[in-house]
T-cell receptor
Framework: GNSVTQMEGPVTLSEEAFLTINCTYTATGYPSLFWYVQYPGEGLQLLLKATKADDKGSNKGFEATYRKETTSFHLEKGSVQVSDSAVYFCALSERRSYIPTFGRGTSLIVHP | EAGVVQSPRYKIIEKKQPVAFWCNPISGHNTLYWYLQNLGQGPELLIRYENEEAVDDSQLPKDRFSAERLKGVDSTLKIQPAELGDSAVYLC?????????????FGPGTRLLVL
């Protein structure tokens, strides 16, 4: 079956530091890959996505590249802000399947 | 445009009691999903509705869980009786039609604590 593995948190950074949250996956087919963000008290929000190998998703300064050879989709941001503090989920969804697979989530805490 | 609305936001009950969660999807969205999010885990799909029909409920524990979507709009998810292990966040999502994950809009969830 499919699975998504994320680095454990919390990840604690100072403002303006570089962020990497690792995500690797296993899938039987050719999935689309996603990063979601969950702010306290709010629902999951799509942050970025990539639908095929070597695609780069980007949004709000965050980036992730679909690496088929390493089955990875690591999230990066060059300079984090306090407002980026949230839980980040990596996920995959196979084409024609409505059952997504989420990782466990990684909590990010950014200090001023 | 209003997002997906869920209520209550928090619920505390004693084990063996029944509990129900309500979801109002985005207007015009025909597909509705219920997810279970255990502490420290990602969401897992429980059931998917196309209008009022449950088209995928293979992940729903049918011995104590039930769901309905009358008139193809609002939906309720019920647990009877609740067990300690049911303590989790129950998420509702909706989309215009069934499609890939990015088409789904998530509500804030109902956090359930079973004592």
């Amino acid at each position: 079956g499919n699975s998504v593995t994320q680095m454990e948190g919390p990840v604690t950074l100072s403002e303006e530091a570089f962020l990497t949250i690792n995500c690797t996956y296993t899938a039987t087919g050719y999935p689309s890959l996603f990063w979601y963000v969950q702010y306290p008290g709010e629902g999951l929000q799509l942050l970025l996505k990539a639908t095929k190998a070597d695609d780069k998703g980007s949004n709000k300064g965050f980036e992730a590249t679909y690496r088929k050879e390493t089955t990875s989709f690591h999230l990066e941001k060059g300079s984090v802000q306090v407002s980026d503090s949230a839980v980040y989920f990596c996920a995959l969804s196979e084409r024609r399947s409505y059952i997504p697979t989420f990782g466990r989530g990684t909590s990010l805490i950014v200090h001023p | 445009e209003a997002g997906v609305v869920q209520s209550p936001r928090y619920k505390i009950i004693e084990k063996k009691q029944p509990v129900a969660f309500w979801c109002n999807p985005i207007s015009g969205h025909n597909t509705l999903y219920w997810y279970l999010q255990n502490l420290g885990q990602g969401p897992e799909l429980l059931i998917r509705y196309e209008n009022e029909e449950a088209v995928d409920d293979s992940q729903l524990p049918k011995d104590r869980f039930s769901a309905e979507r009358l008139k193809g709009v609002d939906s309720t998810l019920k647990i009877q009786p609740a067990e300690l292990g049911d303590s989790a966040v129950y998420l509702c999502a909706s989309s215009l039609t069934s499609g890939s994950l990015e088409t789904q809009y998530f509500g804030p969830g109902t956090r359930l604590l079973v004592l």
